[in-house]
């Protein structure tokens, strides 16, 4: 009850570079699809599923380099179900070797602290200002 049925948010750096996040629980499956363009190239990712949790999923991802588009092919199925295995997996090998896990707390924080900046923004009915 307190996710926004359509949400979307500009972020801007302070490099010049911005993020355009878009989230609607307006519709039918649940998709998720990210686009990055920079100066050298882009890459495009997608998932879509019956369910959140489904264990049949479409996915895939492609970069282009500038000049040439690359398909990246998968050995398994990905999504939340299988991914929630490998984060586990990964959490307990880290703890055993002392490796610093591949998200770290700071990580963690930023995406919080985004979304209540996005939730701020709203509530103002106004560009908010992120104090990091």
């Given at each position: 009850p307190d996710l926004h049925e359509?949400?979307?948010a500009l972020?801007?750096?302070a490099d010049g570079a911005y993020a355009v996040v878009t989230q609607t629980l307006a519709a039918f499956?649940?998709?998720q699809t990210v686009k990055v363009t920079g100066t050298r190239g882009a890459a495009w990712?997608?998932?879509s599923g019956a369910l959140d949790?489904?264990?049949h999923p479409t996915f895939g991802l492609k970069w282009f380099d500038g000049e040439t588009v690359h398909v990246e092919t998968f050995d398994r199925p990905t999504g939340e179900v299988f991914e929630l295995?490998?984060?586990?997996?990964?959490?307990v090998e880290s703890i055993r070797t002392g490796q610093p896990p591949a998200a770290t707390g700071h990580d963690g924080r930023w995406s919080v602290a985004?979304?209540?900046w996005a939730e701020a923004s709203i509530a103002a009915g106004e560009r908010v200002a992120c104090q990091w």
């Amino acid at each position: 009850p307190d996710l926004h049925e359509n949400f979307t948010a500009l972020v801007d750096c302070a490099d010049g570079a911005y993020a355009v996040v878009t989230q609607t629980l307006a519709a039918f499956e649940h998709h998720q699809t990210v686009k990055v363009t920079g100066t050298r190239g882009a890459a495009w990712a997608w998932w879509s599923g019956a369910l959140d949790r489904t264990l049949h999923p479409t996915f895939g991802l492609k970069w282009f380099d500038g000049e040439t588009v690359h398909v990246e092919t998968f050995d398994r199925p990905t999504g939340e179900v299988f991914e929630l295995d490998d984060q586990l997996t990964a959490f307990v090998e880290s703890i055993r070797t002392g490796q610093p896990p591949a998200a770290t707390g700071h990580d963690g924080r930023w995406s919080v602290a985004l979304c209540l900046w996005a939730e701020a923004s709203i509530a103002a009915g106004e560009r908010v200002a992120c104090q990091w």
